[in-house]
């Protein structure tokens, strides 16, 4: 069963940045961006479930 996670590359860094950098979105400003590939949203779930 796939789980949606995966091992994260450089190619993720590079992807976003490349994203944030483009001149087409000079509009985004002050946000954090998390590039974990849903780790962190796994890990919230999981401690729910400890509750």
Do not use: R
Request: aromatic share 6%; hydrophobic share 40%; charged share 20%.
């Amino acid at each position: 069963m796939h789980n949606g996670l995966k091992v994260g590359q450089a190619k993720d860094i590079v992807n976003a940045s490349l994203f944030l950098t483009h001149p087409e979105n000079d509009f985004i400003n002050d946000h954090n961006l998390v590039i974990d590939g849903g780790m962190s949203k796994k890990m919230i779930y999981q401690d729910s479930l400890l509750d």
